[in-house]
């Protein structure tokens, strides 16, 4: 494991850029944040609220998550944890930002009337239209269900296609395109759901003796542990942040197994990312320990859609390893 950078305020949603450069998400600085390979870091953008999961989309812009903003606690260990939504709550949305200037602009707040409430993460497929997370919100005695939606880029058309569903959270497609998973937060459980066509489910969402909303069981965790984002690998796997534990679940997507790959240092790993070289490292977020980290991989991270900086990787940025 390798350090790339330190005092990061509870990072999430590491993009990489292709050109040796990542992209995270600070969710209590509220910020956009770029940093490169030698842990130098820039602000793209202050967006206030909660930023808390990123994509590039197709017009090479960068697609924000945010869930409105949390209040924060301090642990024993004196780490900042979430607590709740934030006493200035600014509403749940989906952001673009010109990654360029800074500048940002809001795309969505609501679906067919609904308010956003925390969305959490997204994935772009290849129509130019992203699923997304929203987690819902938590109050000290009230606790607003999660869901989750389609929409393109354009901020043409959003809809809502599975509902409820128990703090939804990290998303993302099969190699091929024709599955979408889901990972719960509070379940540590990630399910997957046939697609048809952009935003479309193969199922009805209904509740049935094997599911609450349709979906199929793929991973139930063992014992006490939480799932946070996720990324699948270009075998298929689905590789899951995972809290409590410090660590990334990895998913066999018939759900004929799992395993725990271990990043030390920290129980909290929110997400993670494929880059470098054939995309064979991948970069995760420690939110407890402010850290974005860079691990080998055993087979290479599955190619994103969108438009990234640079298609072809420079090796020689890598040189100094």
């Given at each position: 494991m390798r350090v790339i950078a330190e005092d990061l305020w509870f990072p999430e949603g590491p993009v990489w850029l292709g050109d040796g450069s990542l992209l995270v998400v600070?969710?209590?600085r509220q910020t956009l944040t770029r940093i490169w390979l030698d842990g130098r870091?820039?602000?793209v953008a202050e967006l206030g609220g909660g930023p808390n999961g990123a994509a590039i989309g197709p017009d090479g812009a960068c697609y924000v998550c945010n869930n409105g903003g949390f209040d924060?606690?301090?642990n024993d260990?004196?780490?900042?944890v979430t607590a709740g939504a934030a006493s200035d709550y600014s509403g749940g949305r989906i952001e673009r930002v010109d990654i360029d200037t800074g500048e940002f602009s809001v795309?969505?707040?609501e679906a067919n009337g609904e308010p956003l409430r925390g969305p959490n993460d997204l994935v772009f497929d290849a129509h130019g239209g992203f699923y997304f997370t929203d987690t819902g919100k938590t109050r000290e005695r009230i606790v607003e269900r999660g869901a989750v939606y389609y929409a393109r880029a354009d901020g043409s058309s959003i809809e809502e296609i599975i509902f409820p569903i128990s703090r939804p959270n990290g998303v993302g497609l099969s190699p091929d395109g024709a599955t979408l998973y889901v990972s719960e937060t509070e379940t540590a459980r990630v399910w997957a759901w046939p697609l048809v066509a952009p935003g479309r489910l193969a199922v009805p969402v209904k509740a049935s003796a094997s599911s609450p909303h349709g979906?199929?069981?793929?991973?139930?965790a063992p014992a006490y542990m939480r799932f946070d984002s996720l990324a699948v690998d270009a075998s298929g796997d689905v590789c899951v942040g995972t809290l409590d534990r410090g660590g990334i679940t990895v998913c066999k997507a018939d759900g004929s197994g799992s395993r725990f790959v271990e990043v030390p240092g920290d129980t909290h790993v929110t997400n993670l990312c494929f880059g470098g070289p054939e995309l064979r490292r991948a970069y995760v977020t420690q939110a407890y320990a402010g850290r974005l980290v860079e691990i080998e991989w055993p087979v290479p991270g599955l190619p994103l859609h969108g438009t990234y900086r640079a298609k072809d990787v420079n090796d020689a940025v890598f040189s100094s390893r």
């Open positions: 600070e969710i209590r870091k820039s602000i924060w606690d301090r260990e004196g780490a900042y795309l969505y707040r979906g199929r069981l793929v991973h139930a």
